[in-house]
């Protein structure tokens, strides 16, 4: 049995499932090199692309190990970017957030409304302890973003992952439950 796909509602954004038909939206900023660098991947070539990042998003949800949101505004249902929880651990009460935003959407407050938004969801429906952030040392205005949300930087993961062909460093960030009550 399926559960029912939670939908998140902000001040400005619906952040609900995305599905096939948003990959035309999705293909306009998964094919955008600033966007898609610091998530160590190459701009998405073809609409087809983003089906695979769908379907990655829909087999995350459907083994527990993860969940992610289309970011919409209200007065429009175009996806504008995603958030949300990859590599969950239950066992731990910990999992890692990701989030991308259009370029055309930046500087507007949107990623740090649905950033908050998702972690206060992970909290309460997911009994979360412990939400972690891996960012690259370059990507300042997502390390901006974090700490605004009270994420702390814990230290740095030397070689973590290999991507754009290179290995490359990463700062871990956290934020726990009890510090989303001093926020």
Known sequence: ????????????????????????????????????????????ETEEDVWDEIKWYQSIYEKGTGIRWGITLKDSNKVIGSCGFLNRHPK????????????????????????????????????????EALIELTNIPSQKLVEKQGFQREGLLRHYEFANGKFEDLYMYSILKEDLQLI
């Open 1 to 44: 049995m399926e559960k029912e796909f939670p939908t998140i509602e902000t001040n400005r954004l619906i952040l609900r499932k995305v599905s096939i038909d948003d990959a035309k939206d999705m293909y306009t900023y998964l094919s955008d090199q600033d966007v898609v660098k610091p998530m160590g991947l190459e701009p998405f």
């Open 92 to 131: 731990h009460y910990r999992t890692e957030i990701g989030y991308e935003l259009s370029s055309d959407f930046w500087g507007q407050g949107i990623a740090s409304e649905a950033l908050k938004a998702v972690s206060k969801y992970g909290f309460e429906h997911f009994q979360l302890e412990r939400i």
